[in-house]
Structures are given as structure tokens and as C-alpha cells.
């Protein structure tokens, strides 16, 4: 199964500061037929106003992903954390006990990400941050993973989740595979561009929920970012 969600019907909100868009049940947005996707709870659609942003505050067992999409996000944390991630690269907070964090956007033009909140296998466990670097052609025409708990990941940002975070871009004409485990679910997003998935067309900021399917051939119907996530 492949159900495409528009971006135009995802929840939403505008505070000034910032436009969001929630593929998922958030904040005042409720709809209890989108509440997860498996162990993906979260899926937040932000742009972020010039030197504004999110103020501290807490978490607690959860793994948070920031992908910076344009710009980029400042994170500082009650662990004496402090770091900068631009376009194209990932941080990773795991909640774990607790942890209070703020993320500015401190530049001159808008920021964008997507944060991404998934299910921890094991809750109590001490709170930590990272963030890496990720060359835009190094997922040039296949998908790479930049996040995930799986072993065989070994290179990518560790997160406590049976969970994997991957990103392609694809020029227009360009088309890339990913293989599905058992048991598992898929949710894509095109963060620019536009492809077809199965048959099925899916614009930027559209969400792909994806199961019951063991492999997904992804074409890129313009120059296209894709960012996927893996989990049970």
C-alpha cells in the first residue's frame, strides 16, 4: 500500500516566527487516524523566520532527528552541547532521562528542516546530541543513510531506535531503489522536486506512507531531495 498525503492537508500552523505543516498528530493538531506511523510518532514540516526559533525546553524518551533543509539550525543543550548543522546534514538528540535543548535559526534567510521524533527501543537510558557532516554527492542518484540504530549502519549518526533515516537526491529522469524488511513500514518525503512512486505522483512536502510493499522504485519526475525513514 502507497497512500499519498498532501502537503495542503497535513495539519498546520503560523505563528509569525514559524510555518509548519504536521504529518502527524501535533500540538493542536489531532486527527487519530494519523497519530504514528510504527515507531514514527513525529514528522514536523518547519520554517523558521531569521533569528528566531525554539526556546529552551524539555524531552524525555524520545530520538530526535533535525534535517536541515535550507539555512541552518543552532542547537544548544543542559549537556554543555552547543553546535551549528547547515543544508543537508543531520543532528540527532536522544532524549533518554531528560534533556532541556533550544534550536535557533541565527542566519539572515529562512530556515528550513524537517524534525523527525521516533519511538527509543529502551526508555532510562542517559540523554545525548551529535551531529555530521554528509557531502550532497555522496546521495547523489542513491539513497544513503545518515541516521540509524541498526548495526549494519555503522558510519551513520547512532540513534536507540530499530529505525534508519536515509536521504537521495535524483536529477529529473534519475531513479532509485529501496528495499523493505518484513514487517516493517516506510514514510518518504520530497523535501523539493516531485516523483512517482508506484504509479502514484507525490509533490514537495507531500508525505508517501508506505507498507505491506518489499521494495520501492522511486523516479524523479524533476530534480528531487528525497528523505526516507525506515522502522517497524
Do not use: C
Request: aromatic share 8%; glycine share 10%.
Amino acid at each position: 500500500m502507497i497512500d499519498i498525503r498532501p502537503r495542503a492537508e497535513l495539519g498546520s500552523a503560523q505563528h509569525g516566527w514559524l510555518d509548519t505543516r504536521h504529518h502527524f498528530s501535533f500540538a493542536e493538531y489531532h486527527d487519530p487516524t494519523r497519530m504514528h506511523w510504527g515507531r514514527l510518532r513525529v514528522w514536523n514540516d518547519d520554517s523558521i523566520a531569521p533569528h528566531s526559533g525554539f526556546p529552551s525546553h524539555p524531552h524525555r524518551d524520545m530520538e530526535i532527528i533535525t534535517y536541515v533543509r535550507k539555512g541552518a539550525i543552532t542547537h544548544e543543550d543542559s549537556l554543555g552541547n552547543r553546535g551549528r548543522t547547515v543544508a543537508g546534514d543531520v543532528q540527532v538528540m536522544s532524549a533518554g532521562t531528560g534533556i532541556t535543548h533550544s534550536e535557533y535559526n541565527l542566519e539572515e534567510e529562512t530556515t528550513e528542516i524537517f524534525q523527525i521524533w521516533i519511538y527509543p527501543d529502551q526508555s532510562g537510558l542517559p540523554p545525548a546530541w551529535g551531529t555530521l557532516s554528509f557531502p550532497a554527492g555522496e546521495r547523489a542518484g542513491s539513497f544513503v543513510t545518515l541516521a540509524s540504530g541498526m548495526a549494519a549502519d555503522g558510519d551513520a549518526l547512532s540513534i536507540r531506535a530499530d529505525a534508519r533515516l536515509v536521504a537521495a537526491t535524483l536529477s529529473a529522469g534519475q531513479v532509485a531503489e529501496y528495499q523493505i524488511g518484513a514487517e516493517r513500514k516506510v514514510y518518504m518525503v520530497a523535501a523539493s522536486g516531485r516523483i512517482e512512486v508506484g504509479e502514484r505522483i507525490a509533490a514537495a512536502g507531500d508525505g508517501v506512507a508506505v507498507r505491506d510493499e518489499t521494495q520501492l522504485s522511486i523516479k524523479a519526475l524533476e530534480d528531487s531531495e528525497i528523505v526516507l525513514v525506515d522502522v517497524r
